[in-house]
Nanobody, 120 residues
């Protein structure tokens, strides 16, 4: 498994934007699926964005149209562009990788997370 390290978290006002990065210690070119998950305070972790090696993407309705996931294989980095942020987006955000190119399959490789706080 490659190591995944998130960065880019911080404090932002509602309506603002933030970009998260997930740096991998090895190639992500052939990783079938990668995604971003979040865990708000007092709630369970849930998927917010998924991308396959073929650039198929998935977003839940809560972030669709606001968040964009992308990958740069040359830089071995996964990104999450977050726009029009809301207070409800406040959470720990985690980068993850898995062996399947569909979001219905579980991930088996996780980063340590980065925290996002969106102030009203």
């Amino acid at each position: 498994q490659v190591q995944l390290v998130e960065s880019g978290g911080g404090l932002v006002q509602a309506g603002g934007s933030l970009r998260l990065s997930c740096a991998a210690s090895g190639s992500i070119f052939s990783v079938p699926g990668m995604g971003w998950y979040r865990q708000p305070p007092g709630k369970e972790r849930s998927l917010v964005a998924f991308i396959s090696s073929g650039d198929y993407t998935y977003y839940p309705d809560s972030v669709k149209g606001r968040f964009t996931i992308s990958r740069d294989n040359a830089k071995n980095t996964l990104y999450l562009q977050m726009n029009s942020l809301k207070a409800e987006d406040t959470a720990w955000y985690y980068c993850a990788a898995g062996s399947y190119g569909r979001p219905s399959y579980p991930m088996n490789n996780w980063g340590q997370g980065t925290h996002i706080t969106v102030s009203p």
